[in-house]
């Protein structure tokens, strides 16, 4: 157990993930697919997926202590909880969730930052993920990953991920139509080493599949059609840079800074996005005129 397992505030809100997990996962089984329009068979509005699981979040924490404030892609702004809380949830409460349609998986991810949200302030970051088993990742400044498994309606600790120096998968997201040429030129080159494509579109099992299964790249970078990508910084970017990082991987954006030094203007900023192992992002630095 390291450091900040140990630290109550901090244990407190991993256990309220948990909990989350267990109903989310409930909710994905359970209700009518999120037709959002539609009404359910009592008449009364059914709520898509995406904002049930917000809920489902907001009412778990909005009474832990060490929680200042709530910031979740289902919101504008910020929602303030407690004054003397220390740490503020940025959440996306069910990433993908157009993909529980067809019955692929999907995750909820979470940054906890004290202080001012920006990367440098990320604390912890947890993601769960609901598919044929429900798994959850933490991570903080001073561990590795560790990834916990439900095994008989409890979550147990199954062990932590370490990324190797290169791997073998390629998961490049966004319209390829409206790719630069020298990233469709980079993708190609991975694709001629001999990478396989693995591309869900659910960006939490796509991160998920690369890290354990010991690396690769997942792309989302600036198009034509999205200059700036379409992942958002404080609650999916920035996130998975600490998993990528303390995995033994790396995390950066178009320009080669480490996405854990993004400074959102906006809680809904969006970045051009690369996750790897360490020999694809220098390959990436290399192909996109970076200096390291
Ligand atoms: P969403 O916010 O509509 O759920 O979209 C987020 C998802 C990510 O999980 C995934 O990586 C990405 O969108 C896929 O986008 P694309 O289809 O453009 O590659």
Excluded at 137 to 146: G, L
Excluded at 171 to 186: E, L, R, V
Excluded at 230 to 257: C, S, T, W
Aim: proline letters at 3%.
């Amino acid at each position: 157990m390291q450091k900040a397992y140990k630290e109550t505030g901090m244990n407190d809100i991993f256990e309220t993930i948990k909990q989350v997990a267990f109903e989310i996962d409930t909710a994905i089984k359970t209700s009518d697919l999120g037709y959002s329009d539609s009404e359910n068979s009592s008449g009364e509005d059914q709520l898509k997926l995406d904002v049930q699981s917000d809920i489902i979040i907001e009412k778990a924490f909005a009474n832990v202590a060490s929680v200042k404030a709530l910031v979740s892609e289902e919101k504008e702004g910020v929602l303030e909880l407690s004054e003397t809380g220390k740490y503020t949830v940025c959440y996306d409460p069910l990433d993908g969730s157009s993909l529980v349609n067809v019955n692929l998986s999907v995750g909820s991810i979470f940054g906890i930052y004290e202080g001012e949200l920006e990367g440098k302030n990320l604390v912890a970051s947890a993601y769960v993920v609901y598919g044929p088993r429900v798994e959850l990742v933490i991570a903080t400044r001073d561990s590795k990953p560790m990834l916990s498994r439900v095994i008989a309606g409890k979550f147990k600790e199954i062990g932590e991920i370490f990324m190797n120096e290169k791997g073998k998968l390629n998961a490049s997201g966004g319209t390829q139509q409206n790719w630069s040429d020298y990233h469709k030129a980079f993708i190609d080159s991975l694709f001629a080493e001999g990478y396989r494509l693995r591309y869900s579109g659910g960006m939490v099992p796509d991160l998920h599949q690369i890290m354990l299964k010991g690396g690769g790249l997942f792309s989302y970078p600036g198009t034509t059609d999205k200059p700036n990508g379409k992942l958002r910084q404080l609650f999916e970017v920035i996130p998975f840079a600490l998993m990528y990082e303390q995995a033994g991987g790396e995390a950066i954006n178009n320009k080669g800074m480490r996405l854990l030094e993004l400074l959102p203007a906006h809680p809904h900023d969006t970045s051009p996005c690369f996750f790897g192992s360490k020999y694809e992002i220098t390959a990436l630095r290399k192909a996109y005129g970076i200096k390291a």
